[in-house]
């Protein structure tokens, strides 16, 4: 079978609890960050909100975009190890649901992955993430057959926490290269582009033709206080920039030309959980059925509105899923200049 899009990446269950600022601080982690944390951290975090009410979905960053581009008509194909547990279950259910190819749970010792994600009430997401099972992705559980059937290949910078996650994304960016498969990435995370910054930038010069990321995560990786100054530096990098610029909108340019930016659909945030992985699933599915660049970034835009309206890193089930109707929507909405 072919497929439009394949992504890889750590599969992981996502928790999450909505909690005050001050629960944040006193746990001592990141506000608007991911921190690896043990699967004892992480009971020990959930028994002091035992009587928050949870939302229990199956996520993971490359997980979410494929996801959304299969709900948008792509046909997809998902990389990512679950074990065979109550989670494991639930998360290949899931993404077999919506016509995702998915490998379904192994016979693994260590238990599915899982995110406890804490919202604040400025509807920021703070991670805590236990990779469990997720970490033991190798190359060889890379099918060579799948990835060249592929129209493009996205990888998320969450892998480079491990150093066989790293080989397994890295192995299926070179067996896409050397088809002509365009390679996607997303950099995920300041704290992946701080900690790993080196390796990734060798991985983005040799391999990948369209990266993702947000303003904190593009100024970490050139070493830029302007947003339009670090899109500039990657833009030399790579064919294809698109960069999110939260409730600013976005940027999308090839290299060598002049960027285009694009405005946000307005809507009422809750949770900003999943808002850059939706980004990317509307943009790559705008590249994949050859929109403009301006387009894709539009549908990225929407799509990325519609996952922050609600609880969880999914699209909502009342979302369009027709590319036109959401290109028609935004031209009504700013046709007469209106922002």
């Not at 009971?43 to 709900?71: E, M």
């Not at 194909?77 to 993404?95: F, I, P, Q, S, W």
């Not at 990098?237 to 960069?243: G, I, K």
Request: charged share 20%.
């Amino acid at each position: 079978m072919n497929y439009d899009l394949i992504g890889i990446g750590n599969a992981l269950v996502d928790i999450e609890v909505q909690v005050e600022d001050a629960f944040v601080e006193e746990i001592s982690v990141t506000k608007g960050g991911m921190t690896l944390s043990s699967v004892e951290d992480q009971k020990r975090i959930l028994d002091s909100l035992q009587s928050k009410p949870k939302k229990i979905s199956s996520g993971g960053s490359a997980a979410n975009t494929v996801h959304g581009a299969s709900l948008l008509g792509a046909k997809s194909y998902y990389l990512g190890r679950v074990a065979n547990d109550a989670h494991g279950k639930h998360y290949t259910e899931d993404m077999r649901n919506c016509g995702v190819g998915f490998c379904g749970p192994g016979s693994d010792e260590h238990g599915t992955g899982t995110c406890v994600i804490l919202i604040t009430p400025d509807t920021e997401r703070t991670m805590l993430t236990n990779l469990g099972v997720s970490s033991s992705l190798h190359p060889e559980n890379v099918d060579e057959t799948i990835v060249k059937s592929a129209g493009a290949v996205y990888v998320e910078g969450y892998l480079w926490t491990g150093d066989e996650t790293r080989e397994a994304g890295v192995h299926m960016a070179q067996l896409a290269k050397k088809e002509g498969i365009p390679v996607s990435l997303t950099l995920s995370d300041a704290f992946v582009v701080n900690t790993y910054k080196e390796s990734l930038l060798d991985f983005i010069q040799w391999n990948v033709d369209i990266l993702f990321c947000n303003e904190v995560e593009a100024k970490a990786m050139t070493g830029e206080e302007d947003s339009l100054e670090a899109f500039k530096k990657l833009q030399a990098m790579v064919d294809t920039v698109f960069l999110t610029l939260g409730s600013k909108g976005s940027l999308a340019g090839q290299s060598g030309q002049e960027p285009v930016q694009v405005n946000t659909f307005p809507v009422k945030a809750v949770d900003t959980t999943g808002a850059g992985d939706l980004f990317a699933a509307g943009a790559l599915f705008g590249v994949l059925k050859n929109f403009s660049l301006e387009e894709s970034a539009v549908i990225g835009s929407y799509c990325a509105a519609q996952v922050v309206s609600h609880m969880g890193g999914r699209l909502p089930v009342h979302s369009h899923t027709d590319a036109k109707k959401i290109l028609s929507e935004y031209k009504k909405l700013y046709s007469n200049g209106g922002q």
